[in-house]
């Protein structure tokens, strides 16, 4: 008879003593120098560069975000390129952990350092200025050091986080905090001026009474009205670009459609720019205009809303789509999900990422695919849209 034997075989996620001393050692080495060039002095000349299409606010070019962990190197962000016109909301879309939160706190330069670093790339922000021969410029916050980069912060561009009582200070008043943000940015503004402001902007963001709301602390407010005190902070200095991460998520659906809409009307009225983060493609649908789709910290897809609703192309956002949840729909049926997990982020494979969850898999998806154009806005990064290919 034969005899099985069991191999003790060493899973190959598993460190041993001497490789995670080495992994700290070198992540120390790296970070180091990383938080070395943010703390140096440098010219503007070093950080200002030009914008590719001086209609943008923002142009993400090959942006690469990475944690040095104890357990080897996280590729959060991995290659991923992007623009952000002006006076336009740009939805940023996938599942949990695709990358989407660490993209936007890259562009805040508020990634958790030191083990958090930008390590390639670039983020143009357009500051509307251009130079002697006409063009528009930009600074490059992927380069600019972390004093710089409070010039544009939380001025020209502001972020609503998902739960708004973790950014919101309990021992202040609503008042005291919209008024703050305000001075910091301004000046010349008196107290006065600042408190008319805040009254101003909880107004805008339809609050109802808001000189009573102006005295109240957070805990006084439902969640709801929470949110529209974050968006009245990010509003209240005028900013060129808010990045929205989920800003809805914590809140319950009726609340959701009222906050939601606020924000659209808020970016017609002030033409800024907004980047709005979330897993749900159903809001995705109602609010933006251009949809970017990452899986595991690529860009997979991008197009206009529409292009990506009437023709997805890559299975990843085929499957999105299919587990949407849809409000007319009357089965019982089990919402689709798609089968399978995300690779493990340390040690990606050099194949496509969604190859063992995808069903239309071919031989050539052994290789990482290549960005392929479509359209002037529209892009997949897959194998069965090459020439000689098009399986639509
Ligand atoms: N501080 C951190 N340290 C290590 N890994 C992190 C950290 N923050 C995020 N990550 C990893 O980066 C990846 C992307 O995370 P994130 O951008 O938060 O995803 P999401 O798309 O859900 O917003 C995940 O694999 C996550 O585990
Ligand atoms: S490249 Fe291949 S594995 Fe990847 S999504 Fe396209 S068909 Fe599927
Ligand atoms: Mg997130």
Redesign the pocket.
Known sequence: MKKFTFKKEKSKWTLSYKESRAIIKNNFKITKEFEKKKKQKVHEDFYTTQMKNPMNTLEVENLHTY?F?DNGT?K??NGISFEVPKNKIVGLV??????????S?SIMQLV?AP??QIVEGQIRFNIDKTDEDGNALAYNIAAMPTKEMYKIRGKDITMIFQEPMTSLNPVFTIGYQLDEVALIHNEKMTKEEAKKRSIEMLNLVGIPMPEEVYKRYPHQLSGGMRQRVMIAMALAVDPKLIIA?EPTTALDVTIQAQILDLLKNIQRKTQSSIIL?T?DLGVIAEMVDYVIV?YA?RIIEKGTVEEIFANPLHPYTKGLQKSKPMVTSDTDEPLYSIPGNVPN?INMPNHCFFKDRCKDCIAKCETYPEEIRVSETHSVFCHLYEEGLNHE
Do not use: R
């Open positions: 944690f962990t996280v959060s962000v996938g599942e949990s952990g695709c990358g989407k939160s660490v993209t706190l958790q083990q958090g991460d983060i897993h990452m910290g982020p």
